[in-house]
């Protein structure tokens, strides 16, 4: 007699699957997606390019950078310099303080880059500077490149330039707060330009600037040193700045540049925009007393949910202008209670992050915060919709300078800046950087409804076999990949065998009471209660438990597992690049051809047929740029998946049971592989290779579960009556040898009493 089909298994468990598949895609492309934000923030600050023979100056949210808008989370006390007591050698308040101008040709002062761009030489990066606050116009890596044609290395960071001639440079200085005793305060910008220079080369070395600030009069008050150098194999460019007090009074003063700004953006590819804005932060000393624990994660932030929204400003002569106001990243109110400081700050993409950190002596412990500084705030150079640039800019706390001559005239500010890849292995490979748990910004996490089963020390597993099956065994990371899916499916075999089979159990189960159930629900339809209670004397006299259907519960705990392998392909850096299967496909045939680029770069989509451009841009799939055949793959996969869990049934289906059988091979058939289109090449590869290898070992449990008889009713039914006599057998043989010990401590009792009267 043919078996009767089980419908339940064959429709829950594709749909199980699928909604996890499905849950991984949506997680990627919502988080990338632009976040609602506060409609009240802070208002910008951008460096302006200004027109000859201007005096440099900040613009009024720079001159204020404490706003006075209720959402800033400046503390008091940083918001007020502490003054130092006049000084004997004071002769009178400080007056007209500028920049001064220098002569010379700006280009020939700032053409001497630090680096250098060899892939096989020492050097890491290559430094361009700028004039513009002695900032970077550029940050370029050595080894990596834009395609996988190896024509252009990658910029990591470049100066930004709008419309109206405003310009964002990174690591640039953009002003300094002045006060003397009880003298209003002065701010001074440091920004200069192509025309106007304020910075100067010293000693004729790449790399090394310096600024003065003067009063009315032209006497030097200040002097500012900036020192960026980069040693061979090395990734942190140290930043040896100091501010230096010339006059015979002494000053406070507050410090302001620019840290990082936007990273390249991966928006245009599948998963959205990755850029997130990380810290890594000291406990207080009565939590932390050690002070060596760096912690990373509950400040984080995401590029879309700080970019901010426009708001209208109204300027001094009545006109208004659309700008963005800043935005205060730290310290916020729940810092400030807990008393936590800055360790360090990181600008992160995909692949490459950029972090700003303290320099010491890892062997001498200590020195892992950035004590001088004193607020972050996110600022924007607004190159219309769509098109801004986000940056951070640095705030000192206040600096109390002594009088020229004395030990106190000298305030340092230095600090390191990390400019390479997301790679924990590299990033620990530097002593400072170890010490202050650096690679703790390298996160491999979709984030979303799915973020919180990726742990780390999973991603860390999976990612530490996968570079062995790399490193030792394939030399291939898509042979890594497939054989990666092999061991994990094989080490979750026992619990997937245990699932299908306690699901086709109960699936049985329900079919065979199916005619029973619906003469239940038909005989009580107006009156849920009875049939609620009619179901379940069913279930007991056909020995079905409620607990049956719990048996997909353990699929969940595989969840986080191909979560975090999903991550992991999504983000780590070795798969960059890297081409598949040895690179053959790009050994065969010349590079002009478009085939060319077919699994040559695992982080791609596998572009069989590559067009050179974007022929057209889609809703949720972004730039199309090439055919690609993966996605397809995955898509038959699918369909054969479905054929052979959900073939044509003899028993009528529910019209609810119809619905969800379509919705499923809607979504798993064509949504799901449509999602896939853009997404990376070994991250494609690795479901077309799971779902291949889910077919074989469906078909193989299926087998060893007819051969067993183990979805036979008859079977089923002998095996739970045998376990009630066998449990019955048991129970009546304990009682029985209870009562015989019982017996037998009466009979000795008796003989003892008896004994006992003889004597």
């Known amino acids: 007699m043919p078996k009767p089909v089980n419908t339940t298994l064959r429709i829950a468990v594709p749909l199980i699957a699928s909604l996890l598949g499905l849950g991984v895609v949506w997680s990627v492309w919502k988080v990338g997606q632009p976040q609602p934000t506060p409609s009240a923030v802070p208002s910008p600050a951008v460096t302006p390019d200004p027109a000859p023979g201007v005096t440099q100056a900040l613009t009024p949210a720079e001159k204020q950078p404490e706003s006075n808008d209720p959402t800033s989370t400046t503390a008091e006390p940083d918001t007020k310099p502490v003054v130092p007591p006049p000084s004997a050698a004071s002769s009178g308040p400080l007056a007209g303080l500028t920049a001064r101008q220098f002569s010379g040709d700006p280009l020939a002062t700032f053409d001497m880059p630090i680096g250098g761009l060899d892939p096989k030489g020492p050097m890491t990066a290559q430094v361009q500077f700028s004039p513009h606050g002695a900032g970077w116009s550029t940050a370029t890596f050595a080894a990596f490149f834009d395609t996988i044609e190896r024509r252009s290395h990658l910029v990591l960071q470049s100066e930004h330039v709008d419309a109206a001639s405003s310009v964002l440079t990174p690591m640039a200085a953009l002003a300094i707060e002045v006060q003397q005793a009880d003298a209003p305060v002065q701010v001074v910008g440091l920004v200069g330009s192509s025309a106007a220079p304020v910075w100067r080369r010293i000693t004729g070395r790449p790399g090394a600037f310096e600024a003065e600030v003067v009063d009315g009069s032209g006497e030097p008050v200040l002097r500012i040193t900036r020192v960026f150098s980069l040693a061979a194999t090395s990734r942190i460019v140290r930043v040896e700045q100091a501010v230096e007090n010339l006059s015979g009074r002494p000053l406070t003063v507050r410090w302001f540049q620019i840290a990082s700004v936007d990273p390249p953006s991966d928006s245009g590819t599948y998963g959205g925009d990755k850029r997130v804005v990380r810290f890594g932060y000291l406990l207080s000393p009565e939590r932390d007393p050690s002070r060596a624990a760096v912690l990373t994660g509950s400040h984080d932030k995401a590029r879309g949910s700080i970019i901010g929204e426009r708001v209208v400003e109204t300027a001094a002569d009545g006109t208004s202008f659309t700008t963005f106001r800043d935005w205060k990243l730290w310290p916020t109110p729940e810092i400030l209670d807990n008393r936590i400081e800055l360790s360090w700050i990181a600008y992160t993409n995909r692949y490459f992050g950029i972090a700003v950190h303290p320099l010491f002596d890892p062997a001498a412990g200590g020195g892992r915060s950035l004590r001088w500084l004193g607020n972050v705030d996110r600022v924007v150079l607004d190159g219309g919709p769509g098109s801004e640039t986000l940056g951070l800019r640095l705030t000192s706390v206040p600096l109390v300078l002594g009088a020229s001559g004395t030990p106190s005239a000298r305030a340092d500010l230095t600090h390191g800046v990390y400019i390479g ?240 059988a379509k919705m499923m091979k809607w979504m798993t058939v064509f949504l799901f592989p449509l999602m896939m289109y853009n997404a990376p090449a070994g991250l494609a590869l690795y479901f077309t290779v799971n779902s291949t290898l889910a077919i074989f070992e469906s078909k193989w449990i299926r087998s060893h579960m007819e051969k067993h008889g183990m979805l036979d009713l008859d079977k089923i039914k002998a095996a739970r009556e045998a376990r009630k006599r066998a449990k019955s057998t048991e129970s009546g043989g304990f009682m029985a040898r209870l009562q015989q010990i019982a017996e037998q401590q009466q009979e000795a009792k008796k003989r003892f009493g008896q004994e006992r009267k003889k004597k």
């Open 421 to 660: 890849p997301l790679e924990k292995k590299l990033i620990r490979s530097e002593a400072i950087l170890r010490a202050l748990h650096l690679d703790r910004m390298v996160v491999y996490n979709f984030g979303g409804p799915c973020g919180f089963c990726t742990f780390d020390w999973l991603t860390g597993l999976l990612l530490s076999v996968l570079r062995f099956l790399h490193d030792s065994i394939f030399r291939d990371w898509a042979l890594s990949i497939i054989f990666l899916v092999v061991i994990v499916r094989t080490c979750l075999h026992p619990l997937t065998r245990w699932t299908q089979i306690r699901m086709g159990v109960f699936g049985k189960q329900m079919a065979g009471i199916g005619p029973k159930q619906k003469q239940i629900q038909e005989r009580f339809k107006d009156d849920p209660a009875k049939m609620q209670q009619e179901t379940a004397k069913l279930w007991r006299e056909e020995g079905i438990s409620p607990a049956g259907f719990l048996g997909c519960l353990p699929a969940f705990a595989q969840t986080p597992v191909w979560i975090a392998l999903s991550a992991i392909l999504f983000f780590a850096v070795e798969l960059r690049h890297q081409p598949a299967f040895y690179g053959v496909f790009q050994r065969i045939q010349p590079q002009g051809w478009p085939t060319w680029w077919f699994l040559g770069d695992l982080a791609e989509p596998d572009s069989i047929i590559h067009f050179g451009r974007a022929i057209v841009t889609l809703p949720l799939l972004g730039p199309i740029t090439s055919i690609n055949l993966l996605p397809l793959l995955l898509g038959i996969v699918f369909y054969i998946q479905q054929k052979y869990l959900q073939p044509p049934t003899a028993t009528q289906l529910t019209p609810e049971q119809e619905m969800q």
